[in-house]
């Protein structure tokens, strides 16, 4: 049984997870301070925003990117191929391994929109549970919004929504498997073993064989950092 | 009024103002330049041009089968769409019910174990304490590998691994359904195994010292003290995971089963590319999930309000937010 097909497939996996990943928190960061922020409007995109994403599966924004896009403009690939995040630098990091496939864009930019939704919800649980005193003390300083955040709330805010943050980062990495079966990506974990199991040639042993290799590929990612979590999380509920 | 800010003075109101006018501006402008325009007009040079064109999105070819009930495929559209829901639903509430069950049972099972730990029979016979506390080691330890096991795959990879190894062995279901109800069975049980063992991990110490006191079982205690009320404290994760469980029976396309989404593109697949209704198509279902989460979720937050009022103890706060968060997973 050849390994490298699953090691190729474990890499492209782990590069899509770190690009959406460090989107997703970008992102996320981004809506959570606007659900907070003193001005209405901002609010209502913040929690439009979350609303709308978090209620909606991602198999669903998955096919409205992979097969909705390539039915616009097809004209100048703006988004046939997502070419608006043909980035220089970051374009170099988007092929994955060296081919450059839309699918991949796509994949990206879905996990990416997805879960910012939920990485602003872990962040906005986090400022929610530090107690209201700090940032009424913060306030009666005459500390601006601003400042209140960045000084007080933010610095132990983090450390309630660190936890939470890491399970969000989690379920991402198994929610990657999803633009492997459904998004096209190929050549990914799942795309593997997808592509693999299509192969008329693989017999029953190789099935077992396969499904081996793919799981091992994710838990390597998960089960260690759940476990990480649940060891923060003890500390955290033995400091309180 | 969050507790993060003062009431704005005059100069806060002025900046409100103007962010107000400006946000409300961009997102406008996002609206109508960054989504409309690519839809309505793909071919133009003018960017004031704003008509729906013929070929873009917003034609009556691409949405009459949706919205117009004079088209011919309406009728058929809808009632296909209507079966594909139809099967959504019964995959969900079937998927809904046994992972409630089973996870229920793991938690029981689990909870036992972890009480009968270390206990060494020495009121039977030495073969006999030896084989059971070998069953309790074993059971531990087994338990513990399913939970992780499952809890650490993508689901998507569940349900594919029911779906090939099962057909492998000859196993066929006559309904393609069923694939993917026993790989959401799967992975949710656990998940809501655990939700219920963290709710009764969170128990005060005095229920089941109190339980113990009067004489109940380990086995008793569990189910007649510590269950019921981990059920009740979790409710909101339990609700959460519920509506996690329905947006993943947008799964089926992996097991060839015909729900909401898979008939769809079915749909679009069927109109072929000249007029294809995939934006259309794929909008709808979009709201049609964000109406029904949205209402499962307000259901989440109407109990959280009810159980925080009636005195029970909160639940554990990383858990509730962890388990919301879970996400599609």
């Known amino acids: 049984m050849n390994i490298q097909p699953f090691i190729d497939g474990f890499l492209i996996t ?21 659900r907070v922020s003193p001005i209405p409007p901002l609010r209502g995109i913040g929690t439009a925003y979350v609303t709308l994403f978090r209620n909606l599966p991602l198999t669903v924004v998955i096919f409205f990117f992979a097969f909705g896009f390539p039915k616009l403009d097809v004209e100048n690939q703006f988004f046939t191929h997502a070419t608006f995040l043909k980035i220089p630098l970051l374009s170099d990091l988007l092929q994955p391994l060296g081919m450059d496939v839309p699918f991949f864009r796509f994949a990206v930019l879905s996990l990416t929109i997805y879960t910012a939704a939920f990485v602003c919800e872990a962040i906005r649980s986090g400022i929610n549970a530090v107690s209201s005193g700090q940032a009424e003390a913060a306030r009666s300083l005459g500390l601006t919004f601003t400042q209140n955040l960045r000084f007080v709330i933010f610095p132990q805010a983090w450390k309630y929504a660190i936890v939470p943050l890491g399970s969000v980062i989690i379920a991402m990495l198994k929610n990657s498997a999803l633009a492997g079966a459904i998004g096209g990506v190929g050549g990914d974990l799942m795309g593997t073993a997808d592509s693999m199991l299509s192969d008329p040639e693989a017999g029953a042993a190789s099935l ?3 499904f081996a290799g793919i799981s091992l590929g994710y838990l390597i990612m998960t089960v260690p950092l759940g476990i990480l979590l649940d060891r923060v999380e003890k500390k955290r509920a033995v400091a309180r | 009024m969050s507790v993060l800010y003062d009431v704005p003075g005059p100069r806060g109101r002025l900046i409100s103002w103007i962010v107000t006018i400006g946000s409300i ?5 996002g609206l109508i330049w960054g989504v409309y325009r690519p839809l309505a007009k793909p071919v133009t040079d003018s960017m004031w041009d704003l008509a729906p064109g013929p070929e873009g999105q917003f034609t009556m070819a691409r ?5 117009d009930p004079n088209n011919e495929s309406f009728g058929l559209v809808w009632q296909r769409l209507g079966e594909g829901w139809l099967a959504t639903f019964t995959a969900a509430a079937l998927a809904i019910v046994f992972s409630l069950i089973i996870g229920i049972g793991i938690a029981l099972l689990r909870a036992q174990l972890r009480g009968v730990r270390g206990r060494r029979y020495t009121n039977r016979p030495p073969v006999a304490s030896a084989l059971l506390r070998f069953a309790t080691y074993s059971g531990t330890g087994a338990s513990r590998f399913w939970v992780e096991f499952f809890r650490g795959l993508p689901v998507v990879v569940t349900i594919f691994l029911v779906y090939r190894i099962l057909a492998q062995y000859g196993l066929d279901f006559e309904d393609q359904m069923w694939f993917l109800v026993i790989g959401l069975t799967l992975y949710n049980s656990v998940v809501i195994g655990e939700i219920l063992r963290s709710g009764m991990d969170g128990l005060p110490h005095g229920q089941h010292e109190a339980a113990s006191s009067v004489g109940l079982s380990i086995g008793q205690s569990i189910r007649l003290v510590q269950l019921p009320q981990a059920l009740r404290i979790m409710l909101p994760a339990l609700i959460s995971q519920i509506v996690v469980i329905f947006k993943d029976t947008s799964l089926g396309q992996i097991v060839s089963f015909d729900e909401a989404l898979r008939t769809s593109r079915g749909i679009v697949e069927f109109f072929g590319a000249a007029d294809s209704p995939a934006i259309p198509m794929y909008f709808m279902i979009g709201v049609m999930y ?3 989460c949205y209402g499962l979720s307000k259901l989440a937050v109407y109990t959280e309000r009810r159980l925080s009022r009636s005195g029970m103890p909160p639940a554990p706060p990383a858990m509730v937010t962890m388990d919301q968060t879970g996400a599609i997973s």
């Open chain 2, 63 to 67: 949405w009459g089968i949706l919205i």
């Open chain 1, 208 to 210: 077992l064989t396969v």
């Open chain 2, 290 to 292: 964000i109406v029904i």
């Open chain 2, 25 to 29: 501006l961009v997102v406008a402008a």
């Open chain 1, 14 to 34: 782990l590069q899509l997870c770190i690009l959406s990943a460090v989107g997703a928190l970008t992102l996320g960061a981004l809506v959570a301070a606007l």
